[in-house]
């Protein structure tokens, strides 16, 4: 599943692309669960409406419609959302990489496609877990994970809210707090194992170990790890790639994450993974010592 910065490089090449364009027609192909949204409402509310901006929340993609409704798309693990022109000359693909990304479309893959003054927009998922979904853009509550997500991280998310919405978890260990999105919005492993060992925290410390400084030292690392990875187009180099189709480059910045067996960075201690909450898990245990319930 693509996390917080992945889907924020999506909406960054999306709002190039497709804002200011009228839509002509939207629908299922293969996959009716895949969209879900009755055909009179798409032909009412979809139809003839102009997308006027793409927004994200946590990990869900936000396209606003001038009909005040809007097009909610979660992209779970092989989603991808791939434009093209009219005339092909502008092309792009964003998600889980397959021959979709640049093969003639639809093809087997194709969950919805999206009609557009200048081009189409082509929702594939071989898997089929991801969904676009209509709503009105005051019922977006209706979706369970929209209604319980936590602050976002890149909003100004201020250390003393972070630490009290923590202390919620008082008896978790810290990395599945911090991967609970109703915690903080769009933290996964990758950006969890990061963030951790860039405090010095080991993952299994529970958080009412963890002190008010270091747990602020935390989400500016989460912050810092996240920014990090937009900037240079997202992270995961198997499964996304960026609005131009290129593959995030993040992993070759990585500190920890799929390092294992190599040095730290920090200290020149072996780096090493371990299961936790079901969940590889990278670190240091020189760096990132466990503390210890008093």
């Not at 999306?14 to 009228?22: H, K, M, P």
């Not at 936590?150 to 707090?177: H, M, Q, T, V, Y």
């Not at 936790?276 to 670190?283: D, I, Q």
Request: aromatic share 6%; hydrophobic share 35%.
């Amino acid at each position: 599943m693509p996390e917080l910065p992945e889907v924020e490089v999506v909406r960054m090449g999306l709002i190039e692309l497709v804002v200011g364009q009228n839509i002509l027609g939207l629908k299922s192909v293969n996959s009716p669960k895949s969209l879900i949204g009755s055909a009179s409402d798409i032909k009412q509310f979809v139809v003839g409406s102009k997308i006027i901006n793409v927004r994200r929340r946590g990990k869900l993609l936000i396209i606003d419609l001038s009909s005040e409704y809007c097009l909610v798309v979660h992209l779970k693990m092989t989603g991808q959302l791939v434009y093209r022109s009219h005339d092909e000359q502008t092309s792009f693909g964003a998600g889980h990489p397959t021959n979709s990304l640049v093969g003639k479309l639809p093809d087997a893959s194709t969950r919805a496609t999206i009609s557009l003054e200048d081009g189409t927009l082509f929702f594939n998922d071989q898997r089929k877990f991801g969904w676009i979904r209509l709503l009105h853009r005051d019922q977006l509550d209706d979706i369970g994970l929209y209604r319980t997500m936590g602050p976002e991280p890149l909003d100004g998310l201020g250390k003393e809210i972070f630490s009290k919405r923590l202390s919620r978890k008082a008896n978790s260990r810290i990395k599945p707090a911090i991967l609970d999105q109703s915690v903080i919005a769009g933290v996964g492993n990758i950006y969890a194992d990061e963030s951790l060992w860039m405090s010095q925290i080991h993952p299994a410390t529970r958080v009412k170990n963890i002190s008010e400084d270091v747990r602020a030292l935390l989400l500016s690392s989460i912050i810092e790890s996240m920014r990090t990875s937009i900037a240079h187009g997202g992270s995961t180099d198997r499964n996304y790639v960026n609005a131009e189709g290129k593959r995030g480059s993040y992993m070759t910045f990585a500190k920890v994450f799929r390092r294992e067996g190599k040095d730290c960075l920090r200290c020149g201690d072996e780096i090493i993974k371990i299961k936790l909450a079901g969940r590889g898990t990278h670190l240091c245990s020189t760096c990132q010592k466990e503390v210890q319930d008093s």
